[in-house]
Nanobody
């Protein structure tokens, strides 16, 4: 079973930036999709961004497009989420997730492996 560990959450001001990291403790597969999700209090968990492990193809939710960037370091088995121009509505617990896939494309759902989450708080 895979293990994912998130880090980099914290407090930021509106308009500020944070970078989240997701480190995998087990060998990755070339055919994988890794994603970030978030869950705010009283809300359902929602998709934020995903990346295919081999080609690095990305996909973003409309709410973060142009502000967030997902990237990966294959050698370090780490996926990053650079969050810029943060807004109070970005406040949530952010989760990293991974799944093996038959195609080298990013997926928005049906993830098997999850991290423990990291809190991001954006003050107005």
């Amino acid at each position: 079973q895979g293990q994912l560990v998130e880090s980099g959450g914290g407090l930021a001001q509106t308009g500020g930036s944070l970078r989240l990291s997701c480190a995998a403790s087990r060998p990755s597969s070339r055919m994988m999709s890794v994603a970030w999700f978030r869950q705010a209090p009283g809300h359902e968990r929602e998709f934020v961004a995903a990346i295919s492990w081999n080609q690095g193809t990305t996909d973003y939710a409309d709410s973060v497009k142009g502000r967030f960037t997902i990237s990966r370091d294959n050698a370090q088995k780490t996926v990053y989420l650079q969050m810029n121009i943060l807004k109070p509505e970005d406040t949530a617990v952010y989760y990293c997730a991974a799944k093996r896939t038959d195609y080298d494309v990013p997926f928005r759902n049906e993830y098997r492996y999850w991290g423990q989450g990291t809190q991001v708080t954006v003050s107005s």
